[in-house]
Structures are given as structure tokens and as C-alpha cells.
């Protein structure tokens, strides 16, 4: 027996109220578009479940594909049959088998969804869960926690029968919560911080800070790697690569070495909400996590967030560095984040940074910069691409770019 469906439940969409058809309309939406290679697929979202009718389509590369949409709970693999009580019999006993161990416990769970079929819910378990027993022993019948559930759906249309569960990537659909931009460096936290924040339904899209000549094109690629990495779990990512040899050489020229890390990092966030007011974001996303470096103690959140009124998320803010690491290793960041090229931070990190800086210091070090001419300069360079889980990138064109600002 082939799997004709495969069953996509909700999870934490069923809790959202009268928002709760915007939620799920996004992920059939989120859900096509992941999809779309396998065009004989029917895709139908009612209120409590996602129907996939498989039309031919290869149910094991489908079901792959799904374990990477946010918004899904989890889904099972459906056999349908003919509206009879002896093929629902032969099926259930067919897949049953396949699950088979001694002394196993099991139930039988019915929805009827056509009510002129002549057999009830209780009556159509009490049925099916006879036919189990007689065809396996032993095994035994247990309504809570048993160790495999069948379940078992009439509809108007056939009988519908499952009894896989496995689990999707949860969270809410990706663009529910609007836009972010992420600000990816080319180290362990900030993709984990773009996945955690798309899990939540943010859109992002990121933004990389290069020097080149002292940035090597490995860098850059490195983060474009990335983007790649987390564009799985959507199409694509929009990679935005910010120029920023000029202002690191100014704050280089100008800057006491201990307050050039507070001052590094106000400029990168008034670049990056520059960008975002420009590209209609509502947040900007980082990867920091609380005192794990000089910049990330309070004091220097605080002094560094006065560039920007916007709210400035940080997913990874109570995490320790191992569970950032688990995380990027469970979505596989974490080899391509150790590989050996230096980001821009890195390469002109201080030796001993303030991890208190002052604002009145920070504020008065500023006025020896340029602070609008270095931020234009390094605008007007921007290039723009669309980075997808092939690693395939288009460009935009100059004037696409000029029209974003």
C-alpha cells in the first residue's frame, strides 16, 4: 500500500485566536512555496490540519522537505482506502505490521468526518482494534501513551489511515512577525540567532561587514555559506555586503584603542538601520549573548543601542556558548563557522577593550569622525544578492540597488 497524503498538523498556530487563519494561510503559502518542485502536489489548509495529497509524488523526498517549514507541529504519512470497513481492515493490519514487536500496546483513534457513514467512532474503533488483536499476538489494547497509535479519519472521499508521527520544525511560519535584518558576522552565534528568529516567523534578511584587503574573498564567502545554510528553512536570503574599510580605517586613525570595539559596533548598527528603515524591516537581529565578549556586557548594549530607537533582538542573550553550539551543530552552521577566515571584527579587535564604556566618552571620541559622509560612503557600496540552500545568488542590477534608497 503506497502513501497517498501526507498529514501536516499545526501545533502552536491553534492557539492564535481570530489571527489564527492569517497564521495558517501563511504557512500553506510558506508551505507551496517550499514545495513547488513537485508539481502534482494538492496542498489544502483547513483549520486544524494541512492536507498534501501526493498525486504520484515521492512521499519520503516531500516529507524531507517538510521538516524544515516552520509552523508545523508534526505530520504523518496517510494511506486512503475505499469507504469499507474490510479494506480499512486489510490496511490497518498492513501497516500495523510494519510497526509489530511482542507485547506492544496500541489504539485505535477514529474521526468521522462523514456522519452517514454506518459506523460510528467507538463502533469503527472496537472494529479495527478487534481486527489488530486477532492478527498480531501479543498485544494489548492501551488508551494512554500506547506505543503505536492508529488513526484512523472517514471522509467523505475515502478512509484515511496513519500511524507515523514525525516531528516538523515548530515554531511560527516564516513573515507572520514581520521583517528582521540579521547582522551576520562569519562566527557560530549570529546564524544561530537568524534561525532562532526565523523560528519565531521573522523574515530576515542579512547584512555582512567586510574590509577588504584585510578580509580575504574567503571571508565573504564564508558568510555567504552561512546565509545558504539557514536559506533551507525559506527559499532564498537576501545577502547584503556592506563596505567597511574606510570607517574601520578611521576609527583606526582616530579612536583610542580601548573604546574602538563600543565605536566598531555603533557604526555597523547605524548601517544596519539605515538598511532596514530602507528595506522596510521592523527589528534588527544580532547573535550577541550576554557578557560573552567585551561588547556584550550591559554597559556596552547600552551605549552601542543609543544610535537606534528600533528594538534590537538577540535570541542567544541567556544562552552559555555550549546550547549556541548545539543549536549550530543541529543546523548544521557549525563546521562552516570555525573555518579559519577572519571577519572584520576580528581581524581589528583591540586588546583591551572598554567592557564599561561611557556614552558622554563614546559621544565626545564621535565628534572626530565624519560620521554621515563615512555612513553614505559605505551605503553607496552595498551590494545586494539572493542566496538560496544551493547557494545560488543573483545579483541586482545598479539600478535595482539605486531604487532600495
Do not use: W
Not at 459506523?119 to 506505543?147: A, C, H, W
Amino acid at each position: 500500500m503506497q502513501i497517498t497524503e501526507i498529514l501536516v498538523r499545526y501545533g502552536e498556530l491553534s492557539t492564535k485566536g481570530k489571527n489564527r487563519k492569517y497564521f495558517i494561510k501563511k504557512l500553506q503559502r510558506n508551505t507551496r512555496s517550499k514545495l513547488k518542485q513537485y508539481q502534482n502536489l494538492k496542498i489544502v489548509a483547513n483549520r486544524d490540519r494541512l492536507h498534501i495529497t501526493l498525486n504520484g509524488e515521492k512521499a519520503d523526498a516531500v516529507m524531507e522537505d517538510l521538516e524544515d517549514i516552520f509552523g508545523i507541529q508534526n505530520f504523518s504519512p496517510v494511506v486512503k482506502v475505499g469507504k469499507s470497513v474490510e479494506e480499512a481492515k486489510k490496511a490497518v493490519v498492513h501497516l500495523v505490521g510494519k510497526h509489530f514487536k511482542e507485547n506492544m500496546t496500541f489504539k485505535i483513534t477514529t474521526r468521522r468526518a462523514d456522519h452517514n457513514f454506518e459506523y460510528d467512532t467507538n463502533e469503527l474503533n472496537r472494529i479495527l482494534g478487534s481486527e489488530v488483536e486477532e492478527s498480531f499476538q501479543p498485544v494489548s489494547v492501551q488508551m494512554k501513551k500506547p506505543d503505536l497509535d492508529v488513526r484512523v479519519e472517514v471522509r467523505l472521499d475515502g478512509i484515511f489511515i496513519s500511524v507515523d508521527t514525525l516531528p516538523g520544525a515548530g515554531g511560527l511560519p516564516i513573515g507572520t512577525a514581520g521583517k528582521g535584518i540579521l547582522m551576520l558576522s562569519g562566527g557560530i552565534d549570529s546564524p544561530v540567532a537568524g534561525y532562532l528568529a526565523m523560528r519565531r516567523g521573522v523574515e530576515i534578511e542579512a547584512v555582512h561587514f567586510h574590509s577588504p584587503p584585510y578580509t580575504s574573498p574567503k571571508a565573504l564567502q564564508k558568510a555567504k555559506d552561512l546565509t545558504a545554510k539557514l536559506a533551507r528553512y525559506t527559499n532564498e536570503i537576501k545577502f547584503i555586503e556592506v563596505p567597511f574599510t574606510e570607517i574601520q580605517e578611521a576609527i583606526k586613525k582616530h579612536v583610542p584603542e580601548s573604546y574602538s570595539m563600543t565605536i566598531t559596533r555603533r557604526m555597523m548598527l547605524r548601517l544596519t538601520d539605515r538598511i532596514r528603515a530602507d528595506r522596510n524591516g521592523l527589528a534588527i537581529m544580532n547573535g550577541e549573548s550576554l557578557g560573552q565578549v567585551a561588547s556584550q556586557t550591559l554597559d556596552s548594549m547600552m551605549a552601542i543601542n543609543q544610535v537606534t530607537s528600533v528594538p534590537v533582538l538577540r535570541p542567544l542573550i541567556s544562552m552559555d556558548k555550549n546550547d549556541i553550539i548545539s543549536i549550530a551543530e543541529k543546523i548544521d552552521t557549525f563546521e562552516q563557522a570555525i573555518q579559519p577566515y577572519e571577519d572584520c571584527c576580528t581581524v581589528f579587535a583591540p586588546s583591551k577593550p572598554k567592557t564599561k564604556p561611557k556614552l558622554k566618552k563614546v559621544l565626545e571620541i564621535e565628534e572626530e569622525l565624519d560620521i554621515k559622509t563615512l555612513i553614505d560612503n559605505a551605503l553607496a557600496g552595498i551590494k545586494i544578492s539572493s542566496i538560496s540552500h544551493e547557494d545560488s545568488s543573483e545579483e541586482l542590477s545598479n539600478s535595482e540597488f539605486q531604487s532600495l534608497f
